[in-house]
């Protein structure tokens, strides 16, 4: 007769059953470790992508500074690159603006072709071989702007230049922990968002401007670049010869 076949015992088959839910629960950690471990990864790269995005724009940004405004920065009426409350304030010329006729000191009305491509609260410069002056436009119609306050000097239509400024202004939202930019008067857009800190020092004398900033999630690491916007440079260096 042949012997009955001996299957495993209830306490063998605890033992297995334990042996198998340990062996999955160690894969299973080991899983969410690596799991976890790449979602860090990611997270850092993707951070890395958004400061170094963030940073190419100031930096083209701040090339742009003093872009057309050569003369005007050497006749001191303005400057291409500035701090101002807090923001870096960067200026460049975005077009020219034909005049109908001559403008006299006292004038705020400007008659202008191209009155349909400016908006209100746009900056416009005055300028001529002696000086310039700065207005914002107050409103706009089908064929003339008005600017905010009178002009102080007389600009003859042909020997003076009228121009449409471009401002962008950066700046650090502490509260929401973004860094903000701000073109012309149009609201200020998030450029970099979970920044611990943002710093920008803009040196004259060697027309550098350092760039330091720390993001949330990684306090120990700072991200920094230099940037020399040669316009305001080349314009200081004319306008003392």
Do not use: W
Not at 153 to 177: C, H, M, P, Q, T
């Amino acid at each position: 007769m042949k012997k009955a076949q001996r299957g495993f015992s209830l306490l063998e088959g605890l033992i297995s059953l334990f042996l198998f839910l340990l062996i999955l629960l160690f894969s299973l950690e080991c899983f969410l470790s690596v799991r976890g471990h790449f979602d860090e990864l990611k997270k850092s790269e993707s951070a890395n992508t958004a400061v170094y995005a963030a940073l190419d724009r100031m930096r083209r940004d701040l090339k742009d500074a003093g872009l057309g405004l050569t003369e005007a920065i050497e006749l001191q009426v303005l400057e291409g690159l500035y701090e101002t409350q807090g923001m870096l304030v960067v200026l460049s010329k975005d077009e020219d603006i034909a005049i109908a006729e001559a403008l006299l000191a006292g004038q705020q009305r400007i008659a202008t072709p191209n009155a349909k491509s400016i908006k209100r609260g746009r900056q416009i410069g005055f300028f001529n071989r002696y000086g310039g002056e700065i207005h914002s436009v107050s409103s706009v119609d089908q064929n003339s702007i008005v600017i905010e306050s009178p002009l102080v000097s007389n600009y003859l239509k042909e020997n003076s230049n009228v121009i449409l400024l471009r401002k962008i202004s950066l700046f650090f939202d502490e509260a929401e922990g973004i860094i903000r930019r701000k073109v012309n008067a149009s609201p200020a857009q998030p450029l970099l968002e979970s920044v611990a800190s943002f710093e920008f020092d803009y040196t004259r004398d060697t027309n550098l401007v350092k760039l330091d900033l720390i993001l949330e999630l990684d306090e120990e690491k700072t991200y920094e670049t230099t940037v020399f916007p040669k316009n305001p440079a080349m314009a200081a260096i004319f306008g003392k010869k």
